[in-house]
């Protein structure tokens, strides 16, 4: 099974960015469809952007523009590069991983099978 860990969650005041990291357990990586999403308070879990295994990507329309999903296959590390963040950015990030299929966007949650523990973001207003 594949081990996620994100990091580079934080507090950060409106307008600010932040890059969130997502490290996997295995070299087979590059082969992965990766993907994040974000739980704010009492809301259900969002889809933000994913990846595919040949770095398309596809955002969410409430962060296109402001938000960039990023892989390195060297290091097994997908990052989420965000900008110009607002208060409704607060959440939990978590990271994740489509690790039966073919390697092709990916945008439900349900089609994901390994997921990260999450990192909090915060963004002051």
């Known amino acids: 099974q594949v081990h996620l860990v994100e990091s580079g969650g934080g507090l950060v005041q409106t307008g600010g960015s932040l890059r969130l990291s997502c490290a996997a357990s295995?070299?087979?990586?590059?082969?992965?469809?990766m993907g994040w999403f974000r739980q704010a308070p009492r809301k259900e879990r969002d889809f933000v952007a994913a990846?595919?295994?040949?770095?398309?990507?596809y955002y969410a329309d409430s962060v296109k523009g402001r938000f960039t999903i990023s892989r390195d296959n060297a290091k097994n590390t997908m990052y989420l590069q965000m900008n110009s963040l607002k208060p409704e950015d607060t959440a939990v990030y978590y990271c994740?991983?489509?690790?039966?299929?073919?390697?092709?966007?990916?945008?439900?949650?349900?089609?994901?099978?390994?997921w990260g523990q999450g990192t909090q973001v915060t963004v002051s207003s």
């Open positions: 994740a991983a489509d690790i039966t299929g073919c390697g092709n966007l990916r945008t439900l949650q349900k089609e994901y099978d390994a």
């Open positions: 295995e070299r087979t990586f590059s082969q992965y469809a």
């Open positions: 990846i595919s295994r040949y770095s398309s990507t």
